[in-house]
């Protein structure tokens, strides 16, 4: 059944007309029809077996999928690299005017709802915080964005300040407490103060952490365990440096701790300096709940960052050893676990959370997903559309029947 807790509103997409998707292909290979009004999967059938309506969108040739959520973005400092001549501004406008464009970028890849760390208490103490919930605010009816506060310091008598931060960025908006304990003088401490004022409003925690100290880890393990609404580390790349079994007993402590880790297979995260990609398949085997980020999108951490989750899952097929059924899992079905969102199927009752991308099997969506269309609660949000064509005298393409140039009236160009 689906979960009680509703997937949040925007304001602007809740009265959404009603949506027939006709034709789509589901990743047990079913060809279906698929009803959405309010929100949510009014009703699934046979292709065909469900009756026309004014609004139809024909999905044949796509596969239709549970929407990915991003549970690692920096919205902050997001295409800071791609910045023209001269120093990166972080003024307000600058960052909200980023954090929106790199929103709509992953929200264009099929993200409907994205949470992103953003640094408070540096020498703009609250700027950046302010500027990404005006981001937030600016994307109502495309896509849903929760910010974690991220202080620098929480210890001693300079984390005072952050501290105080922290508690007034939880007031401003951010929905989730969160941090990098490595960078603070007395780790075991600063994870003592995150958790203190989580649980005082309630909130999750989303921590940064390379993961490379297994006492460290044991200690927040311990201190994690049993605190509700959870906690998600990330990226803990450490992991994988550390001997096989200091990492299986890391894996065994997280697990009864119910602690979710978050990886970032694309690579860069802020506030991390070691590359490399957690232990997914030796954290899984353990009951760890893993989900994937995109980490850094093209700032100083990764100037190439896509902030693909498509990318994220097929990265951790191809190198990471997961079957593609898991590694989409770790970009959807984990990613929203992780993210305290409702699951997503695609049964009637469950939220309109969608992705449909061209191709038939999961397998090969990973490979080539170019074409994408992406629904957030019940609408359709972001069309991506890609056309390969080959030039109009190449017998292999005449041969094979595939898209040539000049066809159907479209001007031949030569290469």
């Known amino acids: 059944m689906p979960d009680s807790q509703p ?27 698929v009803l959405l009004s309010g929100g949510r999967i ?3 059938g046979t292709a ?8 139809c969108l024909d999905l044949d040739g796509y596969l239709l999928l549970p929407a990915p959520a991003e549970p690692h973005a920096h919205s902050d400092t997001a295409l800071s690299a791609v910045t023209p001549d001269g120093p990166v501004s972080y003024d307000p406008e600058s960052v909200q005017r980023r954090a929106t464009e790199a929103a709509l970028l992953q929200v264009g890849h099929g993200a409907t709802t994205l949470r992103t760390h953003v640094r408070v208490g540096d020498a703009r103490e609250l700027e950046p915080m302010e500027a990404v919930l005006q981001a937030r605010r600016s994307l109502r009816g495309l896509g849903n964005l929760t910010v974690v506060a991220v202080p620098r310091l929480l210890t001693g008598i300079a984390g005072a300040d952050g501290l105080a931060m922290l508690r007034d960025a939880v007031k401003m908006g951010a929905g989730v407490v969160g941090g990098c304990p490595d960078l603070d003088p007395d780790p075991t401490g600063y994870v003592e103060s995150v958790l203190t004022v989580a649980a005082e409003h309630g909130c999750p925690v989303d921590l940064h952490t390379d993961g490379g100290d297994p006492a460290r880890l044991a200690r927040l393990a311990a201190m994690a365990g049993g605190l509700r609404p959870g906690v998600s580390i990330g990226p803990c790349a450490g992991l994988s440096r550390l001997p096989a079994d200091v990492t299986g007993r890391a894996a065994d402590q997280l697990a009864a701790a119910g602690v979710t880790v978050v990886c970032v297979p694309q690579g860069g995260c802020g506030g991390v300096e070691q590359r490399g990609v957690a232990p997914v398949r030796v954290l899984r085997a353990a009951g760890v709940r893993v989900a994937a980020g995109s980490g850094a999108v093209q700032d ?32 959807s ?21 969608l992705l449909a991308v061209r191709g038939d099997r999961l397998e090969g969506v990973l490979s080539l997903a170019y074409s994408r269309i992406v629904i957030h609660r019940g609408r359709v949000v972001a069309r991506t559309n890609a056309v390969r064509e080959y030039c109009d005298d190449s017998a292999v393409a005449v041969s094979l029947d595939l898209p040539r140039q000049g066809r159907q009236g479209r001007p031949e160009t030569r290469p």
């Open 42 to 44: 009014e009703a699934v």
């Open 300 to 331: 100083v951490a990764n100037p190439v960052g896509r902030g693909d989750p498509l990318e994220a899952a097929y990265l951790l097929a191809s190198q990471g050893g997961l079957r593609a059924a898991e590694a989409y899992e770790a970009v």
């Open 48 to 55: 065909g077996s469900l009756p026309a309506i004014d609004a």
């Open 333 to 353: 079905t984990a990613a929203r676990e992780a993210m305290r969102l409702p699951e997503v199927r695609v049964e009637a009752g469950f939220p309109a959370e």
């Open 7 to 33: 997937e949040p509103s925007d304001g602007v997409t809740a009265n959404a007309p009603a949506l027939l998707l006709r034709g789509a292909r589901l990743v047990d290979g079913r060809a279906v029809d």
